[in-house]
Structures are given as structure tokens and as C-alpha cells.
């Protein structure tokens, strides 16, 4: 069975573990690099994970971009969103219909 997590700082993501989410905390790009590939490894179909620390480590983000899974779904963190969120499902959306939607 498919499993959920969330990964970011532990403001920003501590409050997901009362929806029953798997809450993985970091706070530096090497420890979120090595903790995104590990939950890709470990059977989770969707890892949200916060703008700032995806911001840190794009590189890596990218990797998962066109995979089935996991499907990595930047939100906001707990200074709010830096639209990488909304431009990220824009590309997907674009790609799908393969044209410019906005």
C-alpha cells in the first residue's frame, strides 16, 4: 500500500500529522536531498514537500518531475507560498494539454 508524506521544517509541517500524513522534518538541503530519495525509495506515491526547502534542492525536485511516483507537490511553508507551487502545476498542466492555459 501507497504511503503520504510531508517534508519540510517543523512549523511548517507538524500540523500534518493530524490528517494521519507521515511528517518528516528538515531543515538544511542535504538532509531534505537525502530524506526525498529515501521516501521515493521506501513506497510513498505522494511526498508533499515546503517551496523553501524546495527551493534548496530544485535539482533534485526535477528528478521526480515526470515520474508516476512519486509525485512530489511543492506547498507552502510557514512564511507563505513563493509561487513555485502554482508555477510548477502550470508547467504539468501545460504539458498535458500542450498549449499555455493562463
Not at 538544511?28 to 526525498?36: E, G, P, V
Not at 513506497?43 to 534548496?56: G, K, P, S
Request: glycine content about 8%.
Amino acid at each position: 500500500m501507497y504511503k503520504i508524506a510531508v517534508l519540510g521544517d517543523r512549523d511548517s509541517v507538524l500540523g500534518f500529522k493530524a490528517l494521519g500524513l507521515e511528517v518528516v522534518f528538515a531543515e538544511d538541503a542535504d538532509t531534505a536531498r537525502h530524506t526525498l530519495h529515501r521516501l521515493a525509495k521506501e513506497n510513498y506515491a505522494v511526498i508533499y514537500i515546503t517551496e523553501q526547502l524546495a527551493q534548496l534542492i530544485s535539482g533534485e525536485v526535477d528528478r521526480y518531475k515526470d515520474s508516476v511516483t512519486p509525485a512530489v507537490i511543492l506547498i507552502p511553508g510557514k512564511t507563505g507560498s513563493l509561487g513555485l507551487g502554482q508555477a510548477a502545476l502550470q508547467s504539468a498542466v501545460e504539458r498535458a494539454v500542450g498549449a499555455d492555459i493562463s
